[in-house]
Nanobody, 126 residues
Framework: QVQLRESGGGSVQAGGSLRLSCVAS????????LGWFRQLPGKEREFVAA????????YYGDPVKGRFSISRANAENTVYLQMSGLKPEDTAVYYC???????????????????WGQGTQVTVST
């Protein structure tokens, strides 16, 4: 099993920045990618970004391209999501999850993720 713990959420004004962290523990050797998704009540989880655990390849959802950046610190089993130029529509609960599949095309699909953190709230006000 893999345990995930997110942190770094909060409230900011539009145009501000936040950095989310996700620390993985447990059987991290099984991780192929770690992804960030976000969710509003009653909506499906939306892909935000993913990074290959060993490859470092990165992918982004269209709404966040050019504003968000995902990175990893493997020695600390930690993945970061740097969010800049935040907009009110970025408001959501952000979750990190692990994907154990080896093909990159799976990394944007929440249903193909195995473990999830508890989520962290991000609120962007006008």
């Amino acid at each position: 099993q893999v345990q995930l713990r997110e942190s770094g959420g909060g409230s900011v004004q539009a145009g501000g920045s936040l950095r989310l962290s996700c620390v993985a523990s447990g059987r991290t050797v099984s991780i192929a990618a770690l992804g960030w998704f976000r969710q509003l009540p009653g909506k499906e989880r939306e892909f935000v970004a993913a990074i290959g655990w060993t490859s470092g390849r990165t992918y982004y959802g269209d709404p966040v391209k050019g504003r968000f950046s995902i990175s990893r610190a493997n020695a600390e089993n930690t993945v970061y999501l740097q969010m800049s130029g935040l907009k009110p529509e970025d408001t959501a609960v952000y979750y990190c999850g692990t994907n154990t599949l080896g093909y990159d095309s799976s990394w944007s699909m929440s249903r193909l993720y195995d473990y999830w953190g508890q989520g962290t709230q991000v609120t962007v006000s006008t």
